[in-house]
């Protein structure tokens, strides 16, 4: 058994896991979405030499990809270099990444008895090499930077699976939704108790704090998402917080959702760029930490705007307890490092230059 259960990083050491759990930071702690990967030419270079699932699979290699965007920039957290569809490979799918094309899965599941085939996991087992890399990385990390671990959550992982590429329009999920909604939770509850053991296996291999990524869970009407979603997801951070794992859940296009997610039962909620985070707040309450939000595409955009759109987001955090800066998605192929070296600057010194003037 995997098992490191005496926390290097503490609240005491790490700004991260402060902001966690709902302390006021003058400038708040940052990482990113995306932050290891295509963007970083040091990634590149090892990408050249390994497929995607190579690099996930092998954790000397997954861990050196993991600190590369620390020793780049000192961020305030790493997370763990791997996939979300990772461990749809052991319960059966048969995964690849097709080069220009995303995540390919030639034997989705659309009828009962594909629902009934599903394996079940032991994250010791089948997914130890994802622990190696926690347990190297918890090693390697400075105690003032925390350790994310994370998995997706049920419905993004379904909506992958059962349309076997990029879900959207999301036809083949909604039609077991709608038509066959027994099945539909079936299987979500047989993803949410693999997800359980091994986001719980992640915290016992080093992780800090434990994210799920529910991206496409904003083509959820939030009748919709109150009906297939929040339970099953409430069954996972309720069973996380009997560990005391601190937890963070992310969605995409969820302006219609916060009062949903107010309703969760984990630490920390991402919100997407298109949501304000005053707004958010409001609804949401002082009980969570928030975690965003700039626009990955201001990356693009020239330094002055960059700064303003930084100052902009601070600003509306400012009355935040629990604040964590980050992006409302993740960083995109083809950001300029430097760029998001000066939204950290941004957020670091910022405040000292505009107090000097
Ligand atoms: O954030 C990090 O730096 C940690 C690693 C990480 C990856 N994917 C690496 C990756 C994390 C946390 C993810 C999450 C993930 N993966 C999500 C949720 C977050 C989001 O972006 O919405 C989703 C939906 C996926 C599924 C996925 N993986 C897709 C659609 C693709 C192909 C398109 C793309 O963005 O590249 C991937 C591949 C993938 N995952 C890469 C990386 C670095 C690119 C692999 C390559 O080098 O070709």
Redesign the pocket.
């Known amino acids: 058994m995997m098992t490191k259960t005496n926390k290097r990083r503490t609240a005491e050491s790490c700004r991260y896991l402060r902001a966690v759990h709902g302390d006021k930071l003058v400038i708040p702690p940052v990482w990113f979405?995306?932050?290891?990967?295509?963007y970083l030419p040091e990634y590149m270079t090892i990408?050249k030499e390994n497929s995607?699932l190579e690099m996930c699979t092998n954790p000397e290699i997954a861990c050196e990809i993991a600190l590369q965007p620390i020793h780049r920039f000192s961020l305030d957290a790493a997370?763990?270099?791997?996939?979300?569809?990772i461990p749809l490979v052991p319960m059966g799918a048969n995964l690849s990444?097709v080069e220009s094309y995303?995540?390919k899965i030639v034997n989705p599941i659309r009828t009962d008895s594909d629902i009934e085939r599903i394996k079940e996991v032991n994250p010791d087992n089948d997914l130890s090499y994802v622990l190696k890399t926690l347990i190297l990385l918890d090693k390697k990390l400075p105690h003032n930077t925390a350790l994310i671990g994370?998995a997706?959550a049920p419905f993004?992982l379904s909506s992958y699976w059962i349309e076997g590429k990029?879900p959207e329009p999301f036809i083949n999920i909604k039609k077991m939704m709608y038509n066959k909604p027994d099945s539909f939770l079936k299987l979500q509850e047989k993803l949410a108790k693999m997800l359980t053991d091994y986001l719980v296996s992640q915290y016992k291999a080093g992780a800090d704090c434990v994210q799920l990524?529910d991206?496409w869970a904003g083509v959820l009407s939030e009748y919709e998402y109150r009906k297939y979603n929040l339970s099953v997801l409430n069954t996972i951070f309720d069973r996380l917080r009997a560990h005391r794992i601190p937890t963070a859940y992310f969605v995409?296009d969820c302006s219609h959702l916060l009062n949903a997610l107010k309703e969760l039962h984990c630490d920390v909620i991402g919100l997407d760029w298109k949501t304000p985070l005053g707004h958010a707040r409001s609804i949401i309450g002082p009980d969570k930490a928030l975690q965003g939000n700039l626009d990955p595409t201001v990356l693009f955009a020239d330094e002055h705007i960059i700064r303003a759109e930084v100052r902009r987001i601070l600003a509306e955090s400012c009355s935040n307890d629990g604040y964590i800066f980050n992006l409302g998605?993740?960083i995109l192929?083809g950001t300029d490092p430097d760029k998001v070296a000066i939204v950290i600057d941004e957020i670091r010194e910022g405040n000292k230059r505009i107090a000097e003037v």
């Open positions: 979405m995306r932050q290891a990967g295509r990408r995607f997370i763990l270099f791997s996939d979300i569809l990444f995303g995540p994370f997706g993004t990029k990524f991206t995409k998605h993740g192929p």
